[in-house]
């Protein structure tokens, strides 16, 4: 229940930031029944992981830094 703003597809209103699970307000607002949380986590991490890797396709990466 940490309050993290997000949309359908996962993103918080920060571009570049997903949230999913309890760090949310998540479906179920300020009240957590008792059995869904693991439910939710799964389901909504779940999409942000798919909307975050489609969302990488178009974005050019940087020179990777020598070590
Ligand atoms: C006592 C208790 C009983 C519960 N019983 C149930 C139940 O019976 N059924 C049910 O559905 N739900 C239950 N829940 C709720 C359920 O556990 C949570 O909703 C669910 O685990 C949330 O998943 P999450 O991935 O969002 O967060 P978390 O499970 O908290 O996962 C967050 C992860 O991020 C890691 N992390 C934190 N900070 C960092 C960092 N800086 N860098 C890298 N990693 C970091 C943490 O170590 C952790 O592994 C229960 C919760 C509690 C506390």
Known sequence: MGGVPIDLE???PLEGLFAAGKDT????G???LGGNGV???TVYGGLA????????HDVALGPFPKM
């Open 10 to 12: 996962c993103k918080a």
């Open 25 to 28: 307000s998540g479906v179920h």
């Open 30 to 32: 300020a009240n957590c």
């Open 39 to 41: 439910v939710e986590s």
């Open 49 to 56: 992981g798919n909307v975050m890797a489609a969302s990488c």
